[in-house]
């Protein structure tokens, strides 16, 4: 009998590729691209804040010096950039962090921190305890390895450290980190409180696991007083940053620019060796003319330009806020975020936000991130999360009235 053959070739993949799903919010950035279309979704930074005359400049200046031009063009050790990372050690001490320059890890971008998060401590049927909801990159980075994801509550909650110990036993797996975007949180823009953050210390302590302290967004508060690191709090009990359980993931992506691709980790010496060994085997080092431009940015721009992201950001926050307010029916709530780049809408729980976001893109000409995608258990199916970073300030206010009329609808159909 003769064989069929095949259209193409399969080859045998790895389990875990099962496990590896697309971005809604990655395949969503292509709709920036479609003529008429107001972005809500992506956290995109504004590209007119981009410092590009100064990131020509310190570029020509590196590459006109040739000993500096050597560096900046070789490998370099994994490590990251020892420059920078003394700068970063000095920017954590401002937050309360006493660190050394071996306590920091440059990474590529903070996703890649959370990539190697994750294969360090995650195990298959492991639980890793992430709020709800919580960063669909997060999800991604650490869904390769199979863990189980069990809803992380710290501010009014009954939930006890024997209970998710328990759920982990149920699941034959251990319990392996706590994930917590606690300033501006993306998705929800929320910010978890002191005492928040206390009793999440306390119940990583009760189930000795690691904190994932995940804060891009920490550079950009609007109102409101700033709340103490998750790891400086930590190191007020424990003594010092070796003896801390808090990693903390950082980025310049938010204040800068994402094209460099340069974010951080800050923690103890041993987390942050094994962390290096893993960059090792992933990309040797993170690109070394980036981090030393990175490093020059940061050295003479830093406060200056998070002074320009800040007045920016905070007007296009209070343009979405104020649209919502006067176009949106009765039933929609959202949060009132004191800083970062996301606004979180809840819709009445007849309307789906992803069967509506078809419609919203043709009929109206805005997109956004369906909240389910945020959510480890697809729950959340309406809500919505409305980024104010990239529109222009008159987009916001005639996008927002758009959206609105489009609820109304919807409300008015299903009633």
Aim: charged residues 20%; aromatic residues 8%.
């Amino acid at each position: 009998m003769q064989k069929t053959e095949k259209s193409h070739w399969e080859p045998r993949y790895a389990s875990r590729e099962k496990r590896m799903q697309a971005s809604e919010i990655r395949d969503l950035l292509k709709l920036l691209d479609k003529p008429g279309v107001v972005s809500f979704a992506g956290g995109i930074p504004d590209p007119e804040l981009f410092p590009r005359d100064a990131i020509e400049t310190y570029y020509q200046r590196i590459l006109s010096d040739p000993a500096n031009a050597k560096r900046a063009l070789q490998y370099s050790v994994s490590e990251g950039d020892s420059n920078l990372r003394q700068w970063i050690v000095s920017h954590m001490a401002t937050k309360g962090v006493i660190s050394d320059a071996d306590n920091i890890l440059i990474t590529s971008g903070s996703q890649q921190a959370l990539e190697f998060i994750g294969r360090l401590f995650i195990s298959p049927n492991d639980t890793a305890l992430v709020t709800a909801p919580t960063y669909l990159g997060a999800l991604q980075a650490f869904s390769a390895n199979k863990p189980v994801y069990d809803e992380l509550k710290v501010e009014n909650t009954n939930r006890t450290a024997a209970f998710y110990q328990q759920a982990a036993q149920d699941a034959d797996g251990d319990l392996k980190l706590a994930y917590v975007v606690p300033n501006f949180a993306n998705p929800s823009g929320e910010t978890l409180s002191r005492e928040g953050r206390v009793n999440l210390l306390g119940l990583a302590q009760d189930l000795d696991i690691p904190v994932i302290e995940d804060s891009p967004y920490a550079a950009l508060p609007y109102d409101g007083q700033d709340v103490i690191t998750l790891q400086a709090l930590n190191i007020e009990s424990c003594g010092s940053i070796d003896a801390s359980r808090v990693i903390h993931c950082g980025s310049f992506s938010k204040v800068f620019t994402p094209g460099l691709r340069i974010g951080w980790v800050c923690a103890s010496h041993e987390i942050i060796s094994r962390i290096t060994i893993i960059k090792q085997g992933s990309d040797l080092n993170s690109p070394a003319i980036n981090q030393a431009v990175m490093h020059l940015l940061a050295s003479e721009l830093f406060d200056t330009q998070v002074a320009k992201a800040i007045a920016s950001y905070r007007i296009k926050r209070d343009v979405m806020l104020a649209a919502l307010a006067e176009h949106m029916p009765e039933g929609v709530t959202w949060s009132r975020p004191d800083g970062g780049l996301f606004i979180w809408a809840t819709l009445p729980e007849s309307i789906n936000a992803q069967a509506l976001l078809p419609k919203a893109v043709e009929q109206a000409g805005i997109a956004y991130v369906p909240g389910h995608a945020f959510h480890a258990d697809g729950s959340g199916k309406n809500t919505m999360r409305l980024s104010f970073s990239l529109p222009r300030v008159e987009d916001i206010t005639s996008g927002i009235e758009q959206l609105a009329h489009l609820v109304k609808g919807e409300i008015k159909d299903k009633s």
